[in-house]
């Protein structure tokens, strides 16, 4: 199937810094990627569907200014955490659809760490 | 409230079958999923349903879809220690934004010797 990376897989970083996550399709050329958050033995919440060379849909109550998203090819999005305060620790997952396919290929996920 | 509900714990010894419910809102969801994750792991995509279908066999998985009840279910056979995880059910939500998904709580299965 299709491969999704993510990179890093684990940060740790003082608070006020920012934080930038890497999404590629390594394989495959993605028309569009998400970016879902996860809590401790919490469900994915969807963050973010990034269309590549358009602007980021955000999800209610997520706010675009601290999650800057871009997505400026078919096999890469970013996701970079502003200012990151304690709080923004959890776990970041990213994935990848192909156009006319009703599946998402996730990547492994990023573990941030927020002192 | 969240759209799609799970228990959150299942355990089940090895070798019996492992049933996982979950139940869904939305009877416009074209596909529903199952992905199964591992500790410090991303998703790993089991299987899908169409909504048209009742049921679908893979191996050892089976999906079980009551749309009038809007239950899906997944039957472990033969369940395995390396079946320790956590299943999340999702559905397809028909919006604009093309693929997007809604996950359930996710049920952690612990398989016992």
């Known amino acids: ?115 | 409230g969240e759209d799609v509900e799970q228990s959150l714990f299942l355990s089940v010894r090895e070798g019996d079958s492992s049933v996982i419910n979950c139940t869904y809102t939305d009877s416009s969801s074209t596909y529903l999923y199952w992905y199964k994750q591992e500790p410090g792991a991303g998703l790993q995509l089991l299987t899908y349903i169409f909504s048209n279908m009742d049921m679908k066999q893979d191996q050892r998985l089976t999906v079980l879809l009551n749309k009038k009840d809007k239950h899906l279910s997944l039957r472990i056979a033969d369940t395995q220690t390396g079946d320790s995880a956590i299943y999340f059910c999702a559905e397809t939500i028909p919006t604009d934004s093309w693929g997007k998904l809604q996950f359930g709580a996710g049920t952690q299965v612990v398989v016992t010797p």
């Open chain 1, 1 to 115: 199937g299709a491969v999704v990376s993510q990179h890093p897989s684990r940060v740790i970083c003082k608070s006020g810094t920012s934080v930038k996550i890497e999404c590629r399709s390594l394989d495959f050329q993605a028309t569009t990627m998400f970016w879902y958050r996860q809590f401790p033995k919490q469900s994915l919440m969807l963050m973010a569907t990034s269309n590549e060379g358009s602007k980021a849909t955000y999800e209610q109550g997520v706010e675009k200014d601290k999650f800057l998203i871009n997505h400026a090819s078919l096999t890469l999005s970013t996701l970079t955490v502003t200012s990151a305060h304690p709080e923004d620790s959890s776990f970041y997952i990213c994935s990848a659809a192909l156009q006319n396919y009703n599946e998402q290929f996730f990547g492994p996920g990023t573990r941030l760490t927020v002192l």
